[in-house]
């Protein structure tokens, strides 16, 4: 690997959220990273689960931007609010279900995805704050990716969706790249946040435009597509998501094991589930038929 | 060997299957999804239990609902909401049923006969389907809509606007009035009461107004299945296909078969023509393969299935419109925010209208909190105050039309669920050939074979259809402004397909539709289409249950009359509505 080609690597490693979370999960820390024996399959082992708190954060920071409440995600983003919020409501748990079980990426889209997503970030030439770290973990980090990738016939809808919204994320703050919370989204503000969705659903995205470079026919502008389709529905399942019983149903039972967060927030069903309501006022005009 | 297959048992195929078997013919339906035969066993009233389109019990997928929902690409910021199983989506329907504007067919001559989309017009006339529209009426039944707060509200609303009050079935000029909808009324203690214990059946009959239509209808509790109140295909026409020699004279009761995913269609030459044999299903418990033949096969799939299922059958497909032509009323949301409760979201979840001969329509519409927050994110407009993403239009509402989110958002809903009157666009949208669904490029076909891609373009539509939408917005937000809110917001929906009509179009040409005028396929013989993938057009923006319906008992007939030498029976017969007694008896009999 160059030195020029190990830079963007580490660019978009760092930019995903990767590098700093597998520095903030003390994964660079690891002996595997420095003096390596098996360098790649221990690292692939331990980004598994660096990848899953890197989407579980990033998920987090989506939720409240949707739903804002006392947590610290709110916090971060200048909008703490008293009364509980996606937070409370299990959002983040909620997002990550759904976009598991909505589609897993197969990596014939995500390999050149991966390659388009890099090739953006060498187009962009957003000036990323200089980090510390040695080419060699860079060049881990992105082998075991690599080798991640590989070695599954798919890859998790959140890690792809984490990735998009913090690749976004650090063209519109380079600064998030670093920072409390786990996830350079997260460090955003609410207007940050919104700007990050401005720029994934610009109807011709230079980001968009890039992603389709790499894909062959019948594929071209399914990645771009689905890409957009992701911005809106991100949206709308956190909101989905923080309004209803999700975090409060017992499935066996089929009923609520607690008043969920959303009913409270909207004042809807104030004494519980009903079988009906005395609201029928007749019929307009009094007229209950018509015809011709 | 069967008489008739049906594949699909939503808003269409049981319609042709209990007309079917009420002429004594062998009838198999076969549907992909669930059968929910116990509602009270199996289903709750919540949201995401209900309605998640992943996981919820009317999602698109199979029974067992730790298996993945089916994929369908959507290469655009837009939502196809598809309901499988028994009812198809008229399950979370909301019991609309309109007739079409007399503008559609090609009949009309009246004075904006050019005003509609006159090139792709039904094939026949509106007097022609006029019986077949009043048998469904009478079968379902439809009836004039109860009120509750918010379509009193609602109708403050036109009435500040000086509209006139429709009091017909058919829609002749700009009005409004109560919906015409298939839910029986309320009676007894219903709508009359809040009190569980007092809304059993049969002291509470028809609707309760529980709010609950876009999860189900399961009420009144202890009511039989065809006594629901609302009169999804699963409590109407499918009660009736398989209880057929209970209320017709030598009927013959349909067969049902779920979980069973229709996988090809099978067409053999006979005397020089293509003709449809049968189909080839896959269970989707035991993915075992199986066929049957029959001397007619009816498509009822739906808009997004139907294309995929002719072209995974390697089905001829001679002037490419197979799958083109989707109109989708490009809906739209206003809402208003009141200082009082206007009755959100209790009660059937809309029952009140406002028609716009050839633009469109507005109705009000209830949901419990989930699905407004999702309405309120659903735009391709931005996020207000932000962002528009190129549009953000403005007029008679608040700001630039945009989402609703985070501190906004909990503002607009903090407690206020109730105080909210929220109206749904309907757009006399225009066929256009680029809105389609194909098959998808990306590896990931399902087990049932390639999936489909809906491809909707939220922006290139026609100028009609664009100023259409424009005018019922600001329509929509005069009636809301105009019935005493005190704030208004446009949400700009991007393409959310709730309606979807004319993917596999009936029309007089052959060179833009796949249907002949008798809804059969102009290149496989012996093969017909009777769900709302069949219509020609948009219906002008009127909800497509009803004319789906009448249309489908319409090809009922034709049916019969060339492949059985029958005769046809709406004009000479009576119906026999939904409710009857003989068909609740013999469901119980049948343990159904």
Redesign the interface.
Request: one cysteine or more; glycine letters at 12%; proline letters at 9%.
């Given at each position: 690997m160059d030195e020029a080609r190990t830079w963007d690597r580490r660019g978009f490693l760092t930019r995903i959220g990767l590098f700093g979370a597998a520095g903030a999960g003390g994964l660079l820390a690891a002996p595997a990273a420095a003096a390596p024996r098996e360098p790649i399959e221990d690292v692939v082992g331990l980004l598994r689960p660096v990848l899953d708190e890197l989407a579980r954060d990033t998920m987090t920071g989506l939720s409240v931007?949707?739903?804002?409440g006392p947590d610290a995600h709110s916090v971060a983003q200048g909008?703490r609010?008293s009364?509980p919020?996606a937070v409370e409501a299990g959002t983040p748990r909620?997002l990550l279900?759904?976009l598991n079980?909505?589609?897993p990426l197969?990596d014939?889209?995500l390999r050149p995805a991966v390659a388009a997503l890099v090739t953006a970030l060498s187009d962009a030439g957003v000036h990323l704050p200089i980090l510390d770290g040695l080419p060699n973990v860079v060049a881990t980090l992105d082998k075991a990716l690599a080798k991640l990738l590989q070695n599954n016939a798919t890859v998790p809808l959140p890690v792809v969706a984490a990735a998009l919204l913090n690749l976004v994320a650090t063209g519109v703050k380079p600064a998030a790249v670093a920072g409390p919370l786990g996830s350079p989204f997260s460090r955003l503000s609410?207007?940050e946040k919104?700007?990050v969705?401005?720029v994934i659903?610009?109807?011709l995205p230079d980001l968009v435009a890039v992603l389709d470079v790499h894909l062959p026919?019948?594929?071209k502008?399914?990645l771009?597509?689905?890409l957009?389709?992701l911005?809106?529905?991100l949206?709308?399942?956190?909101?989905?998501?923080?309004?209803?019983?999700?975090a409060v149903?017992d499935?066996v039972r089929?009923?609520?094991i607690a008043r969920p967060v959303?009913?409270t927030?909207?004042?809807?069903q104030p004494d519980g589930?009903?079988?009906?309501?005395?609201?029928?006022?007749?019929?307009?005009?009094g007229?209950?038929?018509?015809?011709? | 060997m069967r008489d008739v297959i049906v594949v699909g048992a939503g808003a269409g195929g049981p319609v042709v299957a209990k007309e079917l078997a009420a002429k004594g013919l062998d009838v198999l339906v076969l549907e992909a999804g669930p059968r929910h035969a116990d509602p009270r066993a199996e289903w709750?009233?919540?949201?995401?239990?209900a309605n998640?389109p992943?996981?919820g019990f009317l999602r698109l997928g199979p029974t067992d609902r730790t298996r993945?929902?089916w994929?369908r690409?959507?290469?655009?910021?837009?939502?196809v909401w598809q309901v499988s199983g028994v009812g198809g989506t008229t399950q979370h329907f909301y019991g609309n049923y309109p007739r079409p504007y007399p503008g559609v067919f090609d009949d009309y001559t009246g004075p904006d006969a050019a005003a509609y989309d006159i090139q792709h017009r039904f094939p026949f006339g509106f007097r022609e389907l006029l019986p077949y529209l009043e048998w469904v009426e009478a079968t379902a039944p439809v009836?004039?809509a109860?009120?509750?707060?918010k379509?009193?509200t609602f109708?403050r609303g036109c009435e500040s606007l000086g509209l006139p009050?429709?009091?017909?079935?058919?829609t002749r000029e700009a009005s409004y009035?109560?919906q015409?909808n298939a839910v029986l009324?309320?009676h007894g203690t219903?709508?009359?009461?809040?009190d569980?214990d007092l809304?059993h059946y049969p002291r509470?009959t028809g609707c309760?107004?529980?709010?609950y239509c876009f999860q189900g209808c399961m009420?009144?509790?202890g009511a039989p299945r065809n006594q629901y109140a609302k009169r999804s295909t699963d409590n109407s026409y499918v009660p009736m296909a398989l209880t057929a020699d209970a209320w017709a004279r030598g009927g013959k009761p349909s067969t049902l078969i779920t979980d069973a995913y229709v996988t090809r269609i099978h067409a053999e030459t006979r005397n020089g023509k293509l003709t449809a044999s049968g189909v080839t299903w896959k269970d989707n418990t035991t993915e075992t393969e199986h066929r049957e033949d029959a001397r007619v096969v009816v498509l009822a799939g739906g808009c997004v299935e139907n294309p995929r299922l002719w072209l995974n059958s390697g089905l001829p497909n001679p002037n490419d419109w197979v799958g083109r032509g989707v109109t989708d009323h490009f809906l739209d949301w206003v809402v208003g925010v009141f200082d009082d409760p206007v009755?959100n979201?209790?009660?059937v979840g809309s029952a009140?209208r406002a028609d716009f001969p050839s633009k469109g329509g507005l109705e009000n519409v209830g949901v419990?909190?989930?699905?407004?927050?999702?309405a309120?994110?659903?735009?391709d407009s931005?996020?207000h105050g932000?962002?528009a993403?190129?549009r953000g239009p403005v007029g008679p509402w608040d700001g630039p039309a945009g989402?609703l989110?985070?501190?906004m958002?909990?503002d607009l809903?903090?407690?206020?669920?109730?105080n909210l009157l929220s109206v749904v666009v309907l757009t006399d949208d225009d066929v256009q050939p680029e809105n389609r669904v194909v098959r998808?490029?990306?590896?990931?076909g399902d087990e049932h074979g390639p999936v489909p891609?809906v491809q909707m373009w939220g922006?290139k539509r026609t100028r009609r259809t664009l100023e259409n939408r424009e005018f019922l917005a600001r329509r929509a937000a005069e009636v809301i402004r105009g019935a005493g809110a005190k704030r208004v917001y446009r949400i700009d929906w991007?393409p959310l397909l709730l309606h979807i009509q004319s993917s596999m179009r009936m029309g007089g040409s052959e060179r833009d539709s796949v249907l002949d005028s008798d809804a059969q396929s102009r290149a496989v013989r012996g093969l017909y289409i009777a769900d709302t993938s069949a219509l020609a057009n948009a219906l002008g923006g009127p909800n497509p249950t009803l004319t789906t319906q009448a249309l489908a008992t319409r090809t009922a007939e034709k049916i019969f009359a060339e492949h059985f030498g029958g005769d046809p029976w709406v004009y000479a017969d009576n119906p026999v509505v939904s409710t009857d007694p003989r068909i609740t008896v013999r469901l119980g009999q049948l343990g159904l």
């Open positions: 931007f949707v739903c804002p909008t609010r009364e919020g909620f279900d759904a079980k909505f589609m197969p014939e889209l609410f207007a919104a700007t969705f401005s659903e610009a109807p026919q019948p594929l502008a399914s771009s597509g689905l957009k389709f911005g809106g529905a949206l709308e399942f956190a909101a989905f998501g923080s309004y209803s019983e999700f149903f499935p089929r009923k609520l959303g009913w927030l909207s004042g809807y589930p009903v079988e009906g309501w005395d609201e029928f006022l007749g019929y307009y005009q007229r209950q038929e018509v015809r011709g | 709750t009233s919540f949201e995401n239990d998640n992943l996981t993945p929902a994929f690409e959507l290469p655009q910021n837009s939502f009836a004039t109860a009120m509750g707060h379509e009193q109708f009050v429709q009091t017909t079935k058919t009035r109560p015409q009324q309320p219903a709508g009359r009461s809040a569980t809304l509470a309760t107004f529980c709010g009420r009144p509790v009755g979201p209790k009660g009140a419990p909190p989930a699905l407004h927050a999702f309120m994110n659903f735009s931005g996020i932000h962002y993403n190129g989402r989110t985070g501190p958002l909990k809903m903090s407690g206020r669920l109730e998808s490029g990306l590896p990931l891609k922006r991007a």
